[in-house]
Each structure stands twice: as C-alpha cells, then as structure tokens.
Nanobody
Framework: VQLQAYGGGLVQPGGSLRLSCAVS????????IGWFRQAPGKEREGDSC????????YYTDSLKGRFTISRDDEKNTVYLQMSNLKPEDTAVYYC????????????????????WGKGTLVTVSS
C-alpha cells in the first residue's frame, strides 16, 4: 500500500494550489481518505476527508469554502483544492487512509490511521 502526496509549493497569499494523493494497493471504495496538516511547531490537524464511496466530504469548520476535496476513481487519486491561501496555511500536508473509522472521527484524532503518505510542503508567503 502506498499513498503519495504531491503538489505542494510556494504560493502567494490569496493564491491556489491543488494537492494530489495518489493511492495504490487499496481501493478508494474501502477506505476514507483524509488530508492533514502539520505546521512548524504545532500538532497535526485534520483538514478534510472524503468517504469510501465518495458521496460525502467533511471539512474542518475554518476551512469550509476555501478547500475542496474530491477524488478520481480512474486514477485512484484524491485531491485537495486549496484557494484563498493564507500564511497560516503554511504546513506540511499529508494524506492518510482509514478503513474502519468514519471521516468525522479521523479529523478529530488522526493517531493510528491505517496508512500514511509522505507529506508535501505548502508555503504561503509573499
């Protein structure tokens, strides 16, 4: 099983980025996929999650309206479209897959999730 997050980079405040999480070895129909961030000196936080069937998505309240999670079943990839980025969005972003717990739970507590990808750094700065 492999999750590979990519698409990070340097962006100016107000700009946009799309992160991708390429998933192999498991089916998106069997796992929820979440996006998480860890800013320097801070604990990891849950940002967004999409359910196994792709029928529902969840967001941390502070991100609603700015971030959109989606998936492409043919590519077995989950995306996080980030817009109106702010300096406080600067962090390493990770994706993770979880088979048993629902999205709401993993966004509250990301410890012990089944599979993690390596992070991708997003820097929001002018």
């Amino acid at each position: 099983v492999q999750l590979q997050a990519y698409g990070g980079g340097l962006v100016q405040p107000g700009g946009s980025l799309r992160l991708s999480c390429a998933v192999s070895g498991i089916s998106l129909d069997d796992y929820v996929i979440g996006w998480f961030r860890q800013a320097p000196g801070k604990e990891r936080e849950g940002d967004s999650c999409i359910t196994e069937g792709g029928g529902a998505s969840y967001y941390t309240d502070s991100l609603k309206g700015r971030f959109t999670i989606s998936r492409d079943d043919e590519k077995n990839t989950v995306y996080l479209q980030m817009s109106n980025l702010k300096p406080e969005d600067t962090a390493v972003y990770y994706c993770a897959a979880e088979e048993l717990l629902p999205c709401e739970a993993i966004l509250r507590n990301s410890n012990g999730l089944d599979y993690w990808g390596k992070g991708t750094l997003v820097t929001v700065s002018s």
